[in-house]
């Protein structure tokens, strides 16, 4: 049974940073793209980040690129988010997913979901 198990979120002032975790496991990680998504109250998923399974491609949406990083670990099974600059328009709940696709981008391509961890930015 396929797991991913997102933490780090919380409450942070604008301007600050968090790091997100996302531990997998049921699946070969390693062979894997993982993304990063978000929504917020009243909003449609959107995706955020993404990156392929050996870490050599990634992509970000418009909105973070330059203060958000995705990055991996093959040998823990995770997936992170480094989220430095945040805004107030960054609150949302935070989702990662997995895919065999090497779409990074889409969401439809994604198979397996985490139940998302909140990250809420005050101004």
């Known amino acids: 049974q396929v797991q991913l198990v997102e933490s780090g979120g919380g409450l942070v002032q604008a301007g600050g940073s968090l790091r997100l975790s996302c531990a997998a496991s049921g699946l070969t990680f390693s062979s894997v793209t993982m993304g990063w998504f978000r929504q917020a109250p009243g909003k449609e998923r959107e995706f955020v980040a993404g990156i392929s399974w050996a870490g050599g491609r990634s992509s970000y949406a418009a909105s973070v690129k330059g203060r958000f990083t995705i990055s991996r670990d093959n040998a823990k099974n995770t997936v992170y988010l480094q989220m430095n600059s945040l805004k107030p328009e960054d609150t949302a709940v935070y989702y990662c997913?997995?895919?065999?696709?090497?779409?990074?981008?889409?969401?439809?391509?994604?198979?397996?979901w985490g139940q998302g961890t909140q990250v809420t930015v005050s101004s």
């Open positions: 997913a997995a895919t065999g696709s090497s779409r990074i981008t889409s969401r439809n391509e994604y198979t397996y």
